[in-house]
């Protein structure tokens, strides 16, 4: 029965634990592989042979699809190498949309080109009727004097307040470099790409299965954007890793009643269908080409949630409470 694994990791063989899901249960799956790279997992041989890895490979991406509803999403993370293989399966049985090219270094694979992205493969279950949402990012800047990096001429004036929609190119989120914010994992990923994914193809409450759980990543980004997970984990440590930091993990990753990702006291990625009803919560240039050098920031920093993902000094200068007052009382006196 589904209920038994809805916000729970279940600890596991992942092609076991698929036996239980039924087919079109699930709003998304998303998978992080071992990458079959003798990485020093604590129970997981990482090092197949290579037709062994990729029939295995071929088993769970058919499960993934199996449960995926018609309207839902498949994605899979990986190195290029393998996600050339992957892709033969994927295609006979759901829809190309996108290889995400997601910058950050990854091992050196002999001397030729030094390896600088992962792949996320995005898939659709069906050709027509999937759900997705755009998204748009901050605008990337200069650090020293906050200029936009990116040379828009004359025409400053037209551009978003917030940063413009998100490409197939991910270039603003890095790996989790310093030991002190990781897990005792070897390849764990940051949950801000998570977010990401999961704001671009659910709503609120969908369900999202990771059958590759590690420490719970895709859960905590489930858990803190207001969705239900599903996670397969064999190795047990990693199961208990993952559930301490759930059971710290709140639904608050949102401004009013709408669901964005912050990273580091900012918001980070935000649907663009809500801008309008999240403009309130943010300083804008009130000259529309001064965006070329003012930043659009939060009016308050209590506006971000204070939970473990997200610890830092922060300016607690008026109430949550106040700012929404504020607000009210400003959209009264505009009508
Ligand atoms: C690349 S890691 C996933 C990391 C995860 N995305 C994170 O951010 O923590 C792959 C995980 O798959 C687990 N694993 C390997 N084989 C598995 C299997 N057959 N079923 C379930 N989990 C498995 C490993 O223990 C490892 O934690």
Not at 15 to 32: C, M
Not at 42 to 60: A, G, I, R, T
Not at 122 to 128: A, H, I, R
Not at 255 to 282: A, E, H, P
Request: aromatic share 12%; hydrophobic share 35%; with cysteine.
């Amino acid at each position: 029965m589904l209920s038994n694994y809805i916000n729970k990791i279940s600890q596991g063989d992942c092609l076991e634990l698929f036996k239980n899901i039924p087919d079109d249960s699930v709003d998304i799956t998303f998978a992080d592989p071992p990458f079959n790279l003798k990485k020093n997992y604590n129970s997981y041989n990482d090092s197949l042979e290579l037709e062994n890895y990729l029939n295995w490979c071929e088993k769970w991406i058919f499960e993934m699809v199996r449960v995926t509803k018609p309207t839902g999403s498949i994605f899979i993370h990986n190195i290029p190498k393998w996600l050339t293989f992957f892709t033969n399966s994927l295609n006979k049985f759901a829809y190309f949309k996108h290889w995400i090219s997601w910058e950050a270094p990854t091992s050196p694979m002999g001397k030729s080109l030094q390896p600088a992205h992962y792949g996320i493969l995005f898939y659709t279950k069906k050709n027509k009727g999937s759900k997705i949402y755009e998204l748009r990012y901050p605008h990337k800047r200069d650090r020293k004097h906050g200029f936009l990096l990116k040379d828009y001429g004359g025409k400053k004036d037209g551009l978003h307040p917030f940063g413009p929609l998100i490409s197939d190119v991910w270039t603003d989120i890095h790996r989790i470099k310093h030991n002190k914010n990781r897990d005792a994992h070897p390849c764990q990923l940051p949950i801000h790409l998570l977010d990401r994914i999961i704001l671009m193809t659910t709503d609120q409450n969908d369900i999202v299965l990771d059958p590759f759980s590690g420490t719970g990543t895709t859960a905590i980004s489930a858990k803190r954007l207001g969705r239900q997970y599903i996670g397969f984990e064999m190795d047990l440590n990693y199961v208990k890793i993952s559930e301490e930091k759930l059971s710290n993990t709140k639904p608050d990753y949102k401004l009013g009643d709408i669901w964005v990702s912050f990273y580091l006291n900012k918001v980070v990625t935000i649907r663009n269908k809500d801008w309008l009803n999240l403009m309130k919560y943010f300083d804008i240039p009130v000259v529309a080409k001064n965006v070329d050098f003012e930043k659009t920031k939060l009016k308050n920093t209590s506006f971000v949630p204070d939970d473990l993902n997200n610890v830092g000094k922060k300016l607690k200068k008026k109430s949550y409470k106040a700012v929404e007052m504020e607000n009210q009382n400003m959209l009264i006196f505009n009508e």
